[in-house]
Nanobody
């Protein structure tokens, strides 16, 4: 069974940092683009960041660019999201996802429909 498992969420104060991890099991995703999304209460799931299969190219939503960094370790079948200078508006459940699609540009992996595998999510709460 293919599974993506997020960890590393928690309750922090504004300005703090967190590092989320997403470990895959059941198959390797070393050839797949991976992404992070987030969903605040009562809102839709939104794109946060994506990374190509080889880790060379990344793409971020504007609100996190410069504060968040996505990376991956294919040997560990794991993708990370380093989140610095967290803000209360970053509060959400964070999901990792894997895509089976091919796209010409990394920016084309910015939609929920672009991903086929999803984790169960990890809660990030940032207090002011």
């Amino acid at each position: 069974q293919v599974q993506l498992g997020e960890s590393g969420g928690g309750l922090v104060q504004a300005g703090d940092s967190l590092r989320l991890s997403c470990a895959a099991s059941g198959r390797t995703f070393s050839s797949n683009p991976m992404g992070w999304f987030r969903q605040a209460p009562g809102k839709e799931r939104h794109f946060v960041a994506t990374i190509t299969w080889n880790g060379v190219t990344t793409y971020y939503t504007d609100s996190v660019r410069g504060r968040f960094t996505i990376s991956r370790d294919n040997a560990k079948n794991t993708v990370y999201l380093q989140m610095n200078n967290l803000k209360p508006e970053d509060t959400a459940v964070y999901y990792c996802a894997a895509s089976s699609r091919y796209a010409y540009r990394v920016s084309q992996y910015a939609g929920v429909a672009d991903y086929d595998y999803w984790g169960q999510g990890t809660q990030v709460t940032v207090s002011s």
